[in-house]
Each structure stands twice: as C-alpha cells, then as structure tokens.
Nanobody, 116 residues
Framework: QVQLVESGGGVMQPGGSLRLSCAVS????????MGWYRQTPGKQRDLVAT???????NYADSVKGRFTISRTNDKYTVSLQMNSLKPEDTAVYYC??????????WGQGTQVTVSS
C-alpha cells in the first residue's frame, strides 16, 4: 500500500515557476515508478513526467526543457519543477506510483493555474 499527498500548486503568471511535491509513504517504495500526470475538465489524464525505479526519466514533449522531475534517494519525495509556465499548463496535477501496471496509486491532485 502506498499513500501519496501532493502540494505546491497555485496560481502563477505565464513565464513563472512552480514546484510541486509529492510526499510518498508506504511499503517497498523502491519498486515503484513514479510519475506526474495532469488533467483538465472533460479530458483524459495525461502523462507529464515519469521517473522509474532505476532512475530513468521521461517527459511529455509539451514540457521538455521546461519541467524537471526528481526523486529523493530515500524515495519519500517526488518533485516536479515547472519553469516557463504557459496557460496551457493549467490543470490538476496528480502524483502516481506504479509497479509494472499491477499496482497503481494516485494522490488527490493539486490545482495549477497559469493566468495573467
């Protein structure tokens, strides 16, 4: 069982930065791939960035060069540094822990709004 709690969302002007954090608790945390996803009303939840259990990183094309995902060595925190924010980054951002598609856990989400 894994529990995820996101924080750090808010309102930011275009071009600004925000840092999201996901507090991770539970057992056998080292086996999970971690990720950030986002969702807007009426649309599916889309991948933003993932970091695998062995440290491999993947980004959606729309955020490459602007967002950075990281994970503490103790596996208790996963962060998403978001720079050069655009209005189209507005969404609810969710933290995810996944083990080979067999086990998958989600946080409650945090709202990010980019608006002038």
């Amino acid at each position: 069982q894994v529990q995820l709690v996101e924080s750090g969302g808010g309102v930011m002007q275009p071009g600004g930065s925000l840092r999201l954090s996901c507090a991770v608790s539970g057992t056998n945390l080292w086996i999970y791939d971690m990720g950030w996803y986002r969702q807007t009303p009426g649309k599916q939840r889309d991948l933003v960035a993932t970091i695998s259990a062995d440290g491999s990183i993947n980004y959606a094309d729309s955020v490459k060069g602007r967002f950075t995902i990281s994970r503490t060595n103790d596996k208790y925190t996963v962060s998403l540094q978001m720079n050069s924010l655009k209005p189209e980054d507005t969404a609810v951002y969710y933290c995810n822990a996944d083990y080979k598609g067999i086990l998958s856990y989600w946080g409650q989400g945090t709202q990010v709004t980019v608006s002038s």
